[in-house]
């Protein structure tokens, strides 16, 4: 396993890292949320760019994160444009949708981004080479919001995501039951068992599948998301319990 470093951070040894996502649709309302960040246990801030009211203005999405990094300071950063198909908040097309993500990366103001691995094989391969010649890590990503597909099905999805160069590999899905919580449990052990070089990033949604944003240490997923305010999935903890159940985990283990 190769941890993936960010400014500070390690993503892939020790405790899960936390990322807390902004969802803000204003400027204001977003670097305003950033700057009570200082006082969470936060190790990357995931700005869901879909919710910003001017998405579509490349400059203005240049600005924010500009001021974003200037207030987070030594923070992790990642840009994550969630489309409407993966429980986003906006349609985009393909091209925009990696003009978007290569502009972000080659600015300098942001650590990662998101891809969704779906978006096609090109367009994903594309993205991912802008953004290491830019020096920005690519978090690969696919979200099922209706089912959880069987474990060879999730274990594929991260492979393939692997194999087209990303540096983290992330899969969110949905439980039916609690045995499909286990399942992804069991997908998540295998992959970082038998195939994964990298860090994995790996979840079950809503509140039945709340256990599996706990227990990564053990599984192997190497972070987990908290909410500060406003929560960008079903299922996510506030940051601060998040924080503390990691933490009595980790000394048990």
């Excluded at 349609?91 to 779906?118: H, M, P, Q, R, W």
């Excluded at 010649?133 to 979200?143: D, I, L």
Aim: glycine content about 8%.
């Amino acid at each position: 396993m190769n941890p993936v470093k960010v400014r500070n951070i390690s993503i892939g040894e020790g405790i899960p890292k936390i990322c807390v996502p902004i969802v803000g649709v204003t400027k204001d309302d977003i670097i305003a949320e950033a700057r009570t960040f200082d006082s969470i246990p936060v190790d990357v801030v995931e700005w869901r760019v879909d919710w910003f009211e001017n998405v579509f203005d490349t400059e203005a999405v240049i600005d924010v994160l500009k001021d974003l990094r200037e207030v987070l300071g030594e923070t992790a950063l990642l840009m994550t444009f969630r489309t409407s198909k993966e429980g986003g908040e906006k349609e985009i097309s393909a091209e925009d949708y990696a003009a978007l993500n290569i502009a972000a990366a080659k600015s300098g103001y942001t650590d990662l981004v998101d891809v969704e691995v779906f978006t096609g094989d090109e367009i994903v391969t594309r993205i991912i080479k802008e953004a290491h010649e830019a020096g920005v890590k690519v978090v690969a990503s696919n979200h099922d919001f209706d089912k959880t597909p069987d474990k060879d099905d999730i274990v594929g999805r991260l492979r393939k995501m692997q194999e087209l160069g990303a540096d983290i590999p992330k899969i969110a899905v949905m439980p039916q039951s609690r045995k499909d919580v286990l399942t992804l449990l069991a997908a998540t052990e295998e992959m970082y068992s038998v195939y994964a070089d990298r860090p994995i990033i790996t979840m079950s949604m809503a509140g039945t599948g709340v256990i599996s944003r706990l227990c990564g240490e053990v599984f192997g997923s190497a972070l987990t998301f908290g909410a500060a305010k406003k929560a960008s999935a079903p299922g996510q903890m506030g940051v601060n319990d998040l924080n503390t159940v990691l933490q009595l985990l980790h000394n048990a283990l």
